[in-house]
């Protein structure tokens, strides 16, 4: 445009945003294309692929017990909930029983993990709106879940819990951990009931949350969104309630109404609590026994596939197994589905909500960038 | 202790850089800077993500192909005296995504990180603890108090 062409103030302007790989709002590397028209966002574009490792790849042909501990290591955040199901794909097939406490210890750590993903998706959230004293609370809120799993697993994030068969001897639960376990949840259901109260009676926060960047029942079924930000919108899906090994848990699901910033933000302060919940009863009701069943034997299997819900959403695990080695791995994570709405739900909003808008659906590239292109010549 | 290191001393500007791991080293940084637990923000040491504002550069993940361009105009666009962390697993050797004695070697990871930029520290763990992050940090304080 001419310099001394100045626009008038009918004329809208039309200009593109680009951010990242690297880039200051997001921590993680992805790359948004933001197509805007006078501050308001007329399309985006989320382009991944920049930390793109080809887990998949290397757990071609490796033996399964190493396959499984390779994909702990696809994330970070979630890595306890990614070893589970993968475990569970080779039990699957290889028609393993595992010992009831071992199920039960399972249950707690996939709690616990859940709890820390959704105390870090707060504190994130609250920064990218501007809260630094809110996001500080929730990460000093997030160091007692961090030291339960240190304490059960031995490492603060990778701890790999589940094994074929059972879980590793080391996260036995003995009566001391059990004890440092129900005062650590009882902790952080008071803080997050604090946390909560004053989070909802905060105008300045409720005015940048309400209504923002909203996603409809209709619109979220038809992205094939998963997980907490589907509930946000109102559908009742929640993949524990169907799975084997949460039978003997009662709880409920909880579903939001709107899927904007302000109920996808709740929907995760309210799932603590639920989570607390089946944490209380997996210690009021542990059974004794053994937790690992080392009497299976090794054999070939078709493909196996298996579905648990991440704290993220559904996730999917897939392989076969021949000669004990692991073959055509695919990993589905819940990001992956969720980038649709991601992309949806800035359209139409400013551009200073945008980044919130990304935010709200709880991205994880780094699980999401695993995916290869196959192209069929 | 010349005026100048003494107020360098005063003020070490940490961006981290992301370069493909799995997450976990990236928020145990986070974590170690900003949270009340470990506040490496009493000792004077700030989380930025700016180059043109940053003292010290960690880098964390093994480097992947579409990383490695970026990498080196970060590490360039950070003015003189500068030093580089490299911390976790992957940042010091490859970690598991390279798979180095593997049957496929991984033709995605460039790294590790001192291939491609010169490394000061390096801090090991998988993922890192934020202790080990905050003595990282102290071994590469005396090259930017030292310099001229």
């Not at chain 1, 160091?143 to 994030?157: D, S, Y």
């Not at chain 1, 053994?290 to 579905?307: E, F, G, H, L, N």
């Not at chain 1, 969720?338 to 980044?355: E, K, R, S």
């Amino acid at each position: 445009m001419n310099s001394n062409q100045k626009p008038s103030r009918e004329e809208s302007i039309e200009a593109e945003i680009t951010m990242g790989p690297v880039h200051s709002a997001a921590i993680e590397p992805y790359r948004v294309r933001l197509f805007v028209e006078d501050e308001i966002v007329k399309d985006a574009e989320i382009t991944v692929g920049i930390n793109h490792r080809g887990v998949e790849r290397i757990m071609e042909g490796l033996p399964v017990e190493k396959a499984n501990s390779l994909t702990e290591k696809i994330c970070g955040i979630c890595s306890n909930i990614h070893l589970w199901n993968s475990v569970m794909v080779a039990e699957k097939g290889l028609q393993i029983e595992i010992p009831e406490r071992a199920n039960y210890i399972r249950i707690i750590m996939a709690e616990l993990e859940r709890i820390h993903s959704h105390l870090l998706y707060l504190a994130h959230g609250n920064e990218v709106l501007g809260h630094e004293t809110f996001s500080m609370r929730l990460f000093y809120i997030r160091e007692t879940v961090m030291e339960l799993l240190r304490m059960i697993g031995g490492n603060r994030v990778q701890y790999g819990v589940s094994v074929i068969g059972g879980v590793r001897p080391r996260c036995e639960l003995n009566e001391k951990r059990i004890k440092k376990i129900r005062e650590g949840i009882d902790f952080i259901e008071q803080k997050v009931s604090d946390f909560a109260n004053r989070f909802v009676a905060d105008p300045m926060i409720l005015s940048r949350i309400d209504g923002i960047c909203s996603i409809s029942k209709k619109d979220a079924l038809r992205l094939a969104v998963t997980g907490p930000s589907l509930r946000a919108t109102g559908v009742d899906l929640d993949l524990r309630r169907d799975m084997e090994c949460y039978q003997p848990f009662d709880f409920e699901v909880i579903t939001q109404e709107g899927g904007d910033i302000k109920a996808n933000l709740l929907m995760r302060v309210l799932e603590i609590p639920e989570s607390i919940k089946i944490i209380r009863q997996a210690l009021n009701n542990i059974p004794e026994g053994p937790i690992t069943d080392r009497t299976w034997k090794m054999q070939d299997t078709d493909i196996i596939k298996s579905y648990v819900e991440a704290p993220r959403g559904r996730l999917y695990h897939s392989y076969r197994l021949e000669d004990g080695r692991v073959r055509g791995s695919i990993v589905r994570t819940p990001s992956m589905s969720n980038i649709g709405a991601m992309q949806y739900a800035v359209i139409g909003h400013h551009i200073t909500d945008a980044q919130l808008g990304i935010v709200q659906c709880d991205p994880c590239f780094t699980c999401t960038d695993r995916a290869i292109q196959i192209i069929e010549i | 202790m010349s005026l100048r290191s003494y107020s360098r001393a005063r003020a070490v500007h940490v961006m981290l850089v992301y370069t493909g791991g799995c997450n976990g080293c990236d928020i145990e940084i986070v974590n170690s800077i900003f949270s009340p637990k470990y506040d490496a923000e009493q000792y004077k040491l700030f989380l930025t993500w700016n180059p043109r504002e940053a003292d010290v550069l960690v880098v964390t993940g093994p480097v992947t192909k579409y990383n490695e361009k970026p990498l080196k105009e970060i590490y360039n666009a950070i003015p003189e005296p500068k030093a580089v962390i490299a911390a976790g697993a992957c940042a010091l050797m490859g970690g598991v995504y390279k798979n180095i004695n593997g049957d496929i070697p991984s033709e995605e990871i460039m790294g590790p990180v001192d291939k491609v930029i010169p490394v000061d520290a390096k801090v090991p763990g998988c993922a890192v603890r934020p202790e080990d992050i905050l003595s990282g940090a102290v071994a590469a304080l005396p090259k930017l108090l030292e310099a001229k």
